[in-house]
């Protein structure tokens, strides 16, 4: 595995960030979609691979080749840009504007969404026959997350909610760290390695990701999940976001850029 120092991919990331906010617009949403849509595939399949053995982690161990698969082909998440985008504004980058990071997260908010969803129809038509059936066993096993993981929390008010939002934050740390594994090996089996492992603890650890639960929880709303749209936003989909925002940004964004980018000039200084 060839290894990047972290002077090195840490200015990686801050290039990555600036080159996603000067993204055109149908490529920034074409991505983002395939992305929504890939991770989506990818917790379908870690579900039903649950359902199938009833042993969690070998769903958790499986997982992770959906990310690792979207992220080879250059897609992108949500949790990732949240990490990335702001970076390239710290950095005071040339054009880069808190308007350009707003505008890059708002569209990749919406091609994942658009892409988690096409594949919770999808697997909601798979696991009913069409709707012409109840659900599979893959299917109740969605619809139950869903419930226990929206009015699951509402029913511990602002204790669940403040639950909901560190698990968010737990979440997009280890997910952040994974799209950064992405960066610091120029060899394919050194990216998947380096991806692999913090996807895995996340997901096992049943930390909440707002772009899996764009898929999750629409498709119990398809299998018949009793909780609303309402319970969804309101008691997962908007703390999860900011929760993640806040985790991915505080715990690996800034703490890298912090300690490899801002402080090589200064120690150049002193050594002159």
């Known amino acids: 595995m060839a290894y990047l120092v972290p002077s090195e991919f840490v200015t990686k990331m801050v290039d990555a960030g600036e080159s996603k906010i000067f993204m055109s617009t149908r490529d920034t949403v074409i991505r983002a979609y395939m992305a929504g849509a890939i991770l989506a595939l990818a917790a379908a399949f870690a579900v039903s691979v649950n ?4 042993v969690p982690i070998v769903g958790a161990a499986l997982f992770p080749v959906g990310f690792c698969m979207l992220y080879l082909f250059g897609f992108d998440l949500l949790t990732g840009v949240f990490v990335l985008s702001p970076l390239a504004w710290i950095d005071r980058r040339p054009g ?4 350009g990071v707003l505008r890059n997260w708002g569209l990749v908010f919406v091609g994942n969404f658009a892409g988690a969803f096409t594949v919770a129809v999808m697997m909601a038509i798979v696991s009913t026959f069409g709707f012409s059936s109840p659900p599979d066993k893959v299917g109740q096993i969605i619809g139950t997350i869903g419930e226990s993981r929206t009015v699951g929390y509402a029913a511990h008010g602002t204790a669940g909610m403040l639950t909901l939002f560190v698990r968010g934050m737990l ?11 992405a960066m610091i090996s120029t060899t394919v089996s050194g990216k998947v390695i380096a991806m692999w492992m913090p996807i895995m603890l ?9 772009v899996v639960n764009m898929f999750l929880f629409p498709s119990g709303l398809l299998l018949g999940g009793k909780f609303t749209i309402m319970d969804y936003l309101i008691w997962n989909e908007i703390p999860t976001v900011l929760g993640n925002l806040v985790g991915g940004l505080a715990f ?8 490899h980018v801002k402080t090589a000039p200064r120690r150049e200084r002193l050594a002159a």
């Not at 880069?96 to 308007?99: A, E, K």
């Open 202 to 210: 996340f997901f096992f650890m049943t930390f909440e990701h707002s």
């Open 96 to 99: 880069v504007t808190l308007g």
């Open 252 to 259: 690996t964004g800034l703490t890298l850029y912090a300690t």
């Open 171 to 181: 979440c997009n740390w280890m997910v952040s760290a994974g799209v950064v594994g």
């Open 51 to 54: 359902v199938s053995t009833g």
